[in-house]
């Protein structure tokens, strides 16, 4: 089955604690996404990444961090400087052949802090 | 900047019956693409309908239908035939057109609760 697979489902920061959050997918998309839902928000962009190696930051990328070193993996770090992290996070992939494709979600990872 | 704003917060149809999701937005772009994404319980953001502006036509999919009114900045979602599973938020979304990387960040709005009453 292709899909989008996100870990873990849930997950507990203390504070001061760097927590990462796994994206993986195995739809052969070069582009990646990570976004952030707050209750009564909609989604808001954190990174996203086109090609391997590379990534830009997005609307809310301050206290967050990512990385791509492969095509099937878009990890997303969420540090000891991001002061709000409580949210509910998704991961998006989508072909990168121009805007406008479709991105498709993994099912989210809940961070909640202790 | 793109702004777009769902007004409503929530609403409730019985089922079998239709009901219109509204979604306005702000955008000085010419060309860009619209999208319905459909949130249930599972928080599992699923793709319901998409629209490009370029197009006239409006975009159907089955029991989901848009009325994407260009001049009016306005993309509203019809549901015909409301099924319980219909039960979910839903998400208006705007990206703009052109080479992919920064042009392919999806603005979403707040969403819309909405309940399909047995």
């Known amino acids: 089955d292709g899909g989008i697979t996100q870990s873990p489902k849930y997950l507990f920061r203390k504070e001061g604690q760097n927590v990462t959050l796994s994206c993986e997918q195995n739809?052969?998309?070069?582009?990646m996404y990570w976004y952030r839902q707050d209750p009564g928000q909609g989604l808001r962009l954190i990174y996203y990444?086109?090609?391997?190696?590379?990534?830009q930051k997005g609307d809310i990328a301050e206290g967050y961090s990512v990385s791509r070193e492969k095509k099937e993996s878009f990890p997303l770090t969420v540090t000891s400087a991001q002061k709000n992290p409580t949210a509910f996070y998704l991961c998006?992939?989508?072909?990168?052949?121009?805007?406008?494709?479709?991105?498709?979600f993994g099912p989210g990872t809940r961070l909640l802090v202790l | 900047a793109q702004t777009v704003t769902q007004s409503q917060p929530e609403m409730s149809v019985q089922e079998a019956e239709t009901v219109t999701l509204s979604c306005t937005y702000d955008?000085?772009?010419?060309?860009?693409?619209l999208f319905w994404y459909k949130q249930p319980p599972s928080r599992q953001m699923i793709l319901v309908i998409r629209?490009?502006?370029?197009?006239?036509q409006n975009a159907t999919e089955n029991r989901f239908s848009v009325n994407f009114q260009k001049a009016a900045k306005s993309f509203s979602l019809k549901i015909s035939d409301s099924q319980l599973g219909d039960t979910a938020m839903y998400f208006c979304?705007?990206?703009?057109?052109?080479?992919?990387?920064?042009?392919?960040?999806?603005?979403f709005g707040k969403g819309i609760t909405l309940s399909v009453r047995p």
């Open positions: 998006a992939s989508s072909i990168d052949r121009g805007s406008g494709e479709t991105q498709y």
């Open positions: 739809l052969n998309h070069d582009a």
């Open positions: 990444s086109q090609i391997v190696n590379d990534f």
């Open positions: 955008t000085s772009e010419n060309n860009y693409y």
């Open positions: 629209q490009e502006a370029y197009k006239q």
């Open positions: 979304a705007f990206m703009k057109w052109g080479l992919a990387g920064a042009n392919s960040k999806l603005t």
